[in-house]
């Protein structure tokens, strides 16, 4: 970041590309996290277009109206964004007085203005999903911060993990509040004075509606993952050798799969367990490959050491990975781990592992614990789900989450125990379990 003073009276920037492009650079640090950049339209969309193409990154809008007081709109009494999102400061329409006709009115004229922009463009195409992301909101320059404050605290409740906010330009005064408001502010160039956002542009021609839809169809048309399909489906019934013993599974990949999932189960389950039957199958609806597969022979499993020896299970994981990426057939998919219970450790410690290529891990009442000193070396995006009523197991998932040093997101299903077998509670792990393998289980480099 530079600060400009008095003498530096020339433009920064010869347009927003060359914004983009130059913050880019300030945000080369991301490239790890797999971020989504979202921009706030019109101007900021040149501008996160570069970022998101330097970083290989999903990229979209973040649409936001801020609701202001009827007779002081420059007074926001809120915000709203897509998907449903509301908030509201209580405290200042007291103080202002505003009925809850009045909140309603402000609200109703500008979801429709939202809605509008939304359809003008997207289109029909989803918003981005950002639950346990790091997300980068981008603008092409700040003044007072306002809309971009708007913009932190939607992502925030649209459930985003980490929130950095960049912008190619802002004055000194307003950085602190906007550290304060995202988890990380960056910009290029802080001038003093400031004179306002495009006195830094050589080129501050107004971006419109058509070049933002067509920025947005280029991107999404771009950033599509390039998966290896398979021509053909497999399934069948296998034996995976490891340690002298053929440990029994059965693999179904159905047919133009972009990804492979290896199930670790439990503590006294199986591959017959009938929960990770239900995901496996929610999951091949979705176009993913599954294994189950036996981490244990059955005369392994009579003995309690076995059934807890997370290293021997992850060491059986790891040896399941090897032989499913020797296979001619589907080798060449990415691979990603589900784990349930003490299956949940055993998949991070495999993942932690040296050489494994593994995309992705998601923990079904897992105690993630169990890996130990092997957390910190986990760097795939992890997808911790606990149930609302596991008490005991959502406090040690935290704890173990506090030691991850990769994307991570800890899910936790209201109401559920540890089984998840209240109405409704098993499909809501199938969902998150199959938007987070939709999400990353891709090839290492790709987004």
């Given amino acids: 970041m530079t600060t400009l003073g008095e003498a530096a009276r020339w433009p920064s920037f010869t347009d927003r590309g060359d914004a983009g492009r130059r913050l880019a650079e300030e945000l080369e640090f991301l490239r790890g996290e797999r971020p989504v950049v979202l921009a706030l339209p019109r101007g900021g969309v040149p501008v996160g277009a570069e970022i998101a193409r330097s970083l290989g990154a999903p990229f979209d809008v973040i649409v936001v109206r801020k609701l202001g007081v009827p007779f002081q709109p420059e007074l926001g009494f809120g915000a709203i964004g897509e998907g449903g999102i509301r908030l509201l400061d209580r405290d200042l329409i007291r103080q202002a007085h505003l009925t809850a006709q009045d909140v309603a009115a402000v609200e109703d004229k500008e979801r429709r203005e939202l809605d509008r922009r939304v359809r003008l463009y997207r289109g029909e195409r989803p918003p981005m999903d950002?639950?346990?992301?790091?997300?980068?909101?981008?603008?092409?320059?700040?003044?007072?911060?306002?809309?971009?404050?708007?913009?932190?605290?939607?992502?925030?409740?649209?459930?985003?993990?980490?929130?950095?906010?960049?912008?190619?330009?802002?004055?000194?005064?307003?950085?602190?509040?906007?550290?304060?408001?995202?988890?990380?502010?960056?910009?290029?160039?802080?001038?003093?004075?400031?004179?306002?956002?495009?006195?830094?542009?050589?080129?501050?021609?107004?971006?419109?509606?058509?070049?933002?839809?067509?920025?947005?169809?280029?991107?999404?048309?771009?950033?599509?993952?390039e998966m290896?399909?398979?021509?053909?489906?497999?399934?069948?019934?296998?034996?995976?050798?490891?340690?002298?013993?053929?440990?029994?599974?059965?693999?179904?990949?159905?047919?133009?799969?972009?990804?492979?999932?290896?199930?670790?189960?439990?503590?006294?389950?199986?591959?017959?367990?009938?929960?990770?039957?239900?995901?496996?199958?929610?999951?091949?609806?979705?176009?993913?490959?599954?294994?189950?597969?036996?981490?244990?022979?059955?005369?392994?499993?009579?003995?309690?050491?076995?059934?807890?020896?997370?290293?021997?299970?992850?060491?059986?994981?790891?040896?399941?990975?090897?032989?499913?990426?020797?296979?001619?057939?589907?080798?060449?998919?990415?691979?990603?781990?589900?784990?349930?219970?003490?299956?949940?450790?055993?998949?991070?410690?495999?993942?932690?592992?040296?050489?494994?290529?593994?995309?992705?891990?998601?923990?079904?009442?897992?105690?993630?614990?169990?890996?130990?000193?092997?957390?910190?070396s986990v760097r795939c995006p992890t997808l911790l789900i606990v149930g609302g009523a596991d008490i005991e197991v959502i406090e040690l998932n935290r704890k173990a989450a506090a030691q991850l040093h990769c994307p991570w997101h800890l899910a936790i299903v209201p109401g559920a125990t540890h089984l998840f077998e209240e109405p409704g509670a098993l499909a809501a792990v199938d969902r998150l379990a199959a938007q987070w393998f939709e999400r990353h289980l891709v090839h290492p480099g790709q987004s």
């Avoid at 439990?266 to 993913?288: C, I, K």
């Fill in 130 to 225: 950002v639950v346990g992301r790091t997300v980068v909101i981008v603008d092409d320059g700040l003044a007072t911060g306002s809309t971009a404050r708007v913009a932190v605290e939607v992502v925030r409740a649209m459930g985003a993990r980490r929130i950095v906010l960049a912008v190619p330009v802002a004055p000194p005064e307003a950085i602190p509040e906007l550290e304060a408001e995202a988890d990380r502010f960056v910009t290029v160039v802080t001038p003093s004075p400031f004179y306002g956002v495009g006195r830094w542009y050589e080129d501050f021609g107004q971006t419109s509606d058509d070049e933002v839809a067509a920025l947005l169809r280029q991107a999404n048309a771009e950033g599509a993952p």
């Fill in 228 to 376: 290896v399909p398979t021509a053909a489906g497999v399934t069948l019934d296998v034996e995976i050798p490891v340690d002298g013993v053929g440990l029994e599974g059965f693999l179904d990949v159905p047919p133009a799969a972009t990804g492979v999932v290896l199930f670790a189960h439990g503590s006294g389950s199986s591959r017959h367990s009938p929960r990770n039957q239900v995901t496996a199958d929610s999951l091949r609806s979705r176009g993913f490959g599954t294994l189950l597969f036996d981490l244990l022979t059955p005369q392994e499993s009579t003995d309690r050491r076995n059934v807890f020896d997370i290293q021997l299970l992850a060491d059986r994981l790891l040896a399941a990975t090897q032989w499913l990426r020797a296979r001619e057939d589907i080798g060449r998919l990415p691979r990603g781990y589900f784990g349930a219970s003490t299956g949940g450790g055993a998949a991070l410690r495999a993942a932690a592992a040296s050489g494994n290529d593994v995309a992705a891990v998601v923990s079904r009442g897992g105690r993630p614990d169990l890996a130990g000193a092997s957390l910190p």
